[in-house]
């Protein structure tokens, strides 16, 4: 099983950032795929999660997830960027509902990609 993250980076606050997160290795189309991140000295903490087997989403505010069956890829799209967005951020793949998007839920992760919103 491989999940890896890209398009992290430093952005301004204000902007907009989307990351990647191709998967491989596993029945993507049976997968709930989540965006999770962890800033320094903080829990980690999802952000959205998708069900590709029933559609079902879960999106924190300014963040949106969606997925491309076809390559095998979830998308994070993060919008209006602020300074506390400022994160590791990780996707993970686990087969249970979408439900409040927990980290708990989740069985294989990637090794996340550093998003630095400067103020």
């Known amino acids: 099983v491989q999940l890896v993250e890209s398009g992290g980076g430093l952005v301004q606050a204000g902007g907009s950032l989307r990351l990647s997160c191709a998967a491989s290795g596993f029945n993507f189309d049976d997968s709930t795929i989540g965006w999770f991140r962890q800033a320094p000295g903080k829990e980690r903490e999802g952000v959205a999660c998708f069900s590709n087997r029933d559609g079902s989403t879960f999106n924190a505010v300014r963040f949106t997830i969606d997925s491309d069956n076809a390559k095998d890829t979830v998308y994070l799209q993060i919008n209006n960027l602020e300074f506390e967005d400022t994160a590791v951020y990780y996707c993970?793949?686990?087969?249970?509902?979408?439900?409040?998007?927990?980290?708990?839920?989740?069985?294989?992760w990637g090794q996340g990609t550093q998003v630095t919103v400067s103020s």
């Open positions: 993970a793949a686990g087969w249970g509902p979408v439900g409040g998007c927990f980290p708990d839920e989740y069985t294989y």
